[in-house]
Structure formats: structure tokens, C-alpha cells
């Protein structure tokens, strides 16, 4: 399975962006997908799953401002962040789990920056 993310970029605080990540290859043996980012001179975090059903699941730090979409018939997941704060600067990661293996497929990262 690859995974390739986009629809990262420079934004002002309190803006939005879109975030896409589309699987290819072998789709059948994805689960549950979801974004991580990583803040410089910090540790990876989560930020959201989907389930393959539609389940969500948000970190604190983003809930009501942050929502996760899947379209299954295009085997991608989205990222729409709204309201965004310079703290949301990261580089984000899709992830998609397999059927025994969580966080067994990852996406190249896309670098997103909010300008205070």
C-alpha cells in the first residue's frame, strides 16, 4: 500500500486548509487511517483516525476545529482544519492501519505553517 499526502502550505492563524491522502495498491488490507503530525523539536501525535466505517476519533488540541472525512470509493482520507493556530505548525503524516498492524502504511508528510 502507498500513501500519498498533499494539500499542504503556509496559512494565517485563524485560516484553513485541506489535507488529502490517497491509497493506492493493495486497498483491501486497510483499516482504520488517520493523520499524525510532528511539531519541530517535538514528539509525533495524533491528531485523528477514521475508522472504515466512519468512526471518528480526535486529540484534545484539535476537537471542533479539526474534521476527518474518507471517501472509500477513492480510497482517501481528509484533513479539514479550520481555525488554525501557529501551534498547529507541523509536519502531518497520513497513516493507514493494516489488518493485524496499526500505523503499518505512512504517507511521505506535508509541511503545514500558520502565521501568527
Known amino acids: 500500500v502507498q500513501l500519498q499526502a498533499s494539500g499542504g502550505g503556509l496559512v494565517q492563524a485563524g485560516g484553513s486548509l485541506r489535507l488529502s491522502c490517497a491509497a493506492s495498491?493493495?486497498?483491501?488490507?486497510?483499516?482504520?487511517m488517520g493523520w499524525h503530525r510532528q511539531a519541530p523539536g517535538k514528539q509525533r501525535e495524533l491528531v485523528a483516525t477514521?475508522?472504515?466505517?466512519?468512526?471518528?476519533n480526535y486529540a484534545d488540541s484539535v476537537q471542533g476545529r479539526f474534521t476527518i472525512s474518507r471517501d472509500n470509493a477513492k480510497n482517501t482520507v481528509y484533513l479539514q482544519m479550520n481555525s488554525l493556530k501557529p501551534e498547529d505548525t507541523a509536519v502531518y503524516y497520513c497513516?493507514?492501519?493494516?489488518?493485524?498492524?496499526?500505523?503499518?502504511?505512512w504517507g511521505q508528510g506535508t509541511l503545514v505553517t500558520v502565521s501568527s
Open positions: 497513516f493507514a492501519n493494516g489488518p493485524f498492524t496499526a500505523y503499518a502504511y
Open positions: 495498491g493493495r486497498i483491501f488490507s486497510i483499516n482504520d
Open positions: 477514521i475508522t472504515s466505517g466512519g468512526s471518528t
